[in-house]
C-alpha cells in the first residue's frame, strides 16, 4: 500500500525556518516524481515545489522561489522541503505527492502537516 | 503564476450530468494536455480523478470524464451521485515547468 507521511509543521515565527519531511512506502521512491502542494485553510490548493526522480531537475512556485528548497533522500524514501523566511502568508497546510507513473498528476497524497507562521 | 479559473459551485440531483470548467492560458490549459482534476472532501487530502485531460485512473467510477477545448478543460460527472459532494480543483503543467490550480468548485447534490 503507497503510504505517505508528512511531519515537521507546527509554529515559527515570522522570518524564521522549517524543514518539512515526508516519508514514503509502498512503492519504488526513487522512480517517481515528488511534489509539495499547500493549502491554507478552508482555501484552494497551491502547487509549491517539484523534484525529479534523481533531484537533477527541480522547479519551484514563484512565492517560494530563494527561499524554499526541495529535495529528496532516494536511500531513505524521504521528501524534503526546506523553508526559510518564513512569512505569514507560508501559513498552510502542506502536502507531499507523488507524480503519477505515466502522465501528469499526482496519484497519491499524504494527509498534510500545518505551518503557522506567526508572531 | 495565476490560478486557473473555475466556478466557485455547482450543483445537480442525483443523477444529472454537472460540468465544471476550467480557464486558463495558452502557456498552460491551452499548450499541452497535460490538465488533472482532483476530489478533495471536506477535511481530506485531495484524490485524482483525472490525468492528462481525459485519463481515469483505476477506481474511479466511470461515471467521472474529462475534456478540453482551446483554453478551458472540463470535468464531467454523469448522473452525480450524493457522495460526489467535494470540493473540485483542476491542475495544469506550465510552459515554464511549474504547475498551477486552479481556483476550486465546490460540487452540491441537491
Known amino acids: 500500500e503507497v503510504q505517505l507521511m508528512e511531519s515537521g509543521g507546527g509554529l515559527v515565527q515570522p522570518g524564521g525556518s522549517l524543514r518539512l519531511s515526508c516519508a514514503a512506502s509502498g512503492f519504488t521512491f526513487s522512480n517517481h516524481w515528488m511534489h509539495w502542494v499547500r493549502q491554507v485553510p478552508g482555501k484552494g490548493l497551491v502547487w509549491v515545489s517539484r523534484?525529479?526522480?534523481?533531484?537533477?531537475?527541480?522547479s519551484y512556485a514563484d512565492s517560494v522561489e530563494g527561499r524554499f528548497t526541495i529535495s529528496r533522500d532516494n536511500a531513505k524514501n524521504t521528501l524534503f522541503l526546506h523553508m526559510n523566511s518564513l512569512r505569514v502568508e507560508d501559513t498552510a497546510v502542506y502536502y507531499c505527492?507523488?507524480?503519477?507513473?505515466?502522465?501528469?498528476?499526482?496519484?497519491?497524497w499524504g494527509q498534510g502537516t500545518l505551518v503557522t507562521v506567526s508572531s | 503564476q495565476s490560478a486557473l479559473t473555475q466556478p466557485p459551485s455547482v450543483s445537480g440531483s442525483p443523477g444529472q450530468s454537472v460540468t465544471i470548467s476550467c480557464t486558463g492560458t495558452?502557456?498552460?490549459?491551452?499548450?499541452?494536455?497535460?490538465v488533472s482534476w482532483y476530489q478533495q472532501p471536506p477535511g481530506t487530502a485531495p484524490k485524482l480523478m483525472i490525468y492528462?485531460?481525459?485519463n481515469r485512473p483505476s477506481g474511479v467510477p466511470h461515471r467521472f470524464s474529462g475534456s478540453k477545448s482551446g483554453n478551458t478543460a472540463y470535468l464531467i460527472i454523469s448522473g452525480v451521485q450524493a457522495e460526489d459532494e467535494a470540493d473540485y480543483y483542476c491542475?495544469?503543467?506550465?510552459?515554464?515547468?511549474?504547475?498551477?490550480f486552479g481556483t476550486g468548485t465546490k460540487v452540491t447534490v441537491l
Open positions: 505527492a507523488r507524480g503519477h507513473d505515466v502522465g501528469y498528476g499526482s496519484d497519491y
Open positions: 492528462d485531460v481525459y
Open positions: 491542475s495544469s503543467h506550465t510552459s515554464t515547468n511549474t504547475y498551477v
Open positions: 495558452s502557456s498552460d490549459v491551452g499548450g499541452y494536455d497535460r
Open positions: 523534484i525529479y526522480i534523481d533531484g537533477s531537475r527541480i
